[in-house]
């Protein structure tokens, strides 16, 4: 295998990758951004991928979750927190019902970059390219808007700071603490169908927080504090480039933009420029697992990505549908048995049961998004495998995007509040929904482990 350098993918085909109209103007701004700090530490890095090497050993569990694409405009205290809310309430959810520590990732500060179908988008016979997220260019469809613009890496860049410096004050101020869940109501609480039960789950941890300190005869003050962490794909290779970094006790090359990056099913191909860039980063990756990916495939990429077997390495995020879970997963959990090698595995119920509706909105069922993470428990279940984490689109705000859930939102209900730019997302309470429903999963599931674990 030849030799990695953060500039070595450049060599592959890279795809996904927006055009812009002045290459010294890119290249200009890349300098910039590889001359200002970092926005995570290896040490953070580092202690996360310890976390999820035991996650991948059933001692714990992967929550990852937030918007499908961040706007520039939603980097406000408001967005962030409703946000963060919503992930530590699911968590507290997931923490009663498992009965083992949650690992926080969320899809914030950096998820500003999407793939997409096509390259351009056709309105009444005017064809434009395709928006692809706010580091590249803007959701209005006029010439200005969608051409690729270098200075919004800057600004992701900024946003992505601003996001984080936020995040970390209000955990460490206490917002985060178990001993106060009140802090994290949303105004919909106290009139969401499933608040009665939220209410009993924090209940249940008050009490054993109680029990714990009376025992112990001090306050369990370890958990007043949370750890949180970051993801986003690593999708706009000229901006991951630019914030990789040698660095850390260990001298390694870190992705320092982000905690947790992951490849895209799109852009997972052995031989291309993402595939090649990941290889050569020592954080913890994650790589989305589809219906188009076989069973050979996955192991030569995990012959590429994953060659040490090195604890909490690799995450495999899969995304089948509903509809096809059953009969794609065992196939690729077999290869994965085959090669000997441990990751963790996690389910993403969301890209798989996109849908069209009659009226051309993009929508997904909140039963299909169900029944896919049931089918996935089982499936992993019967396999001798565990499912260690989930991964879901979620917006804190009160968007009508995905139909269903307790409230029962039609389509018709869609456009009271559609907001997303790109993929539907779930709303608060139907992200506490599914946080409970896995709760319910796992506590009815056995706890002695799987005969084989992969």
């Given amino acids: 295998m030849t030799e990695w350098s953060p500039r070595s993918w450049r060599e592959k085909p890279a795809l996904q990758q927006p055009v812009y109209s002045s290459p010294q103007q890119l290249e200009g701004v890349l300098g910039e951004l590889a001359a200002l700090p970092p926005l995570v530490t290896p040490w953070e890095v580092s202690a996360l991928k310890t976390q999820l090497a035991g996650a991948a050993r059933g001692e714990s569990f992967l929550l990852q979750g937030g918007d499908c694409a961040e706007r520039f405009a939603d980097c406000n205290a408001a967005a962030i927190t409703n946000q963060l809310k919503i992930l530590l309430q699911m968590s507290l959810v997931l923490v009663q019902g498992s009965k083992r520590p949650v690992i926080r990732v969320g899809r914030l500060a950096g998820q500003y970059a999407k793939p997409r179908s096509e390259e351009f988008e056709v309105r009444d016979g005017v064809a434009l390219p395709s928006y692809r997220g706010d580091i590249v260019n803007a959701p209005a469809f006029t010439a200005a808007a969608r051409a690729p613009d270098p200075r919004n890496l800057l600004r992701a860049y900024g946003r992505s700071a601003l996001t984080l410096n936020f995040i970390r004050a209000m955990v460490k101020s206490g917002f985060a603490d178990l001993h106060h869940p009140e802090y994290w109501d949303l105004d919909w609480a106290r009139h969401s169908p499933s608040a009665a039960e939220y209410h009993r789950v924090v209940a249940a941890i008050n009490d054993s927080l109680r029990f714990l300190e009376n025992v112990l005869g001090v306050r369990a003050g370890e958990i007043e504090r949370v750890e949180f962490y970051t993801s986003h794909e690593g999708l706009h290779l000229p901006y991951e480039e630019a914030q990789t970094r040698r660095a850390g006790p260990d001298g390694c090359w870190y992705n320092l933009s982000t905690h947790f990056p992951w490849i895209g099913a799109r852009t997972c191909r052995a031989d291309g420029a993402h595939v090649e860039y990941f290889r050569g980063i020592a954080n913890p990756i994650g790589l989305k697992v589809g219906s188009s990916l076989a069973p050979n495939d996955l192991r030569a990429l995990m012959d590429v990505l994953h060659p040490d077997d090195e604890p909490g390495r690799l995450t495999l995020i899969h995304r089948f549908g509903c509809g096809r879970?059953?009969?794609?997963?065992?196939?690729?959990?077999?290869?994965?048995?085959?090669?000997?090698?441990?990751?963790?595995?996690?389910?993403?119920?969301?890209?798989?049961?996109?849908?069209?509706?009659?009226?051309?909105?993009?929508?997904?069922?909140?039963?299909?998004?169900?029944?896919?993470?049931?089918?996935?428990?089982?499936i992993h279940a019967a396999c001798g495998t565990r499912l260690g984490g989930v991964h879901f689109e979620l917006t804190g705000d009160n968007v009508t995007e995905c139909v269903g859930g307790a409230r029962g939102l039609a389509e018709e209900d869609l456009h009271r509040a559609y907001k997303s730019e790109v993929d539907p997302r779930l709303n608060y309470e139907q992200a506490l929904e599914l946080a409970m429903l896995v709760a319910r999963k796992m506590s009815n599931m056995s706890v002695s482990p799987p005969s084989r674990l992969s």
Avoid at 332 to 340: E, K, M, Q, T, Y
Avoid at 341 to 355: E, I, Q, S
């Fill in 325 to 378: 879970i059953a009969d794609l997963l065992p196939p690729l959990i077999d290869a994965v048995r085959a090669s000997g090698k441990t990751v963790l595995w996690c389910a993403d119920p969301m890209h798989g049961n996109t849908r069209v509706t009659a009226a051309g909105v993009k929508t997904r069922r909140f039963s299909d998004i169900m029944g896919e993470l049931e089918q996935a428990f089982d």
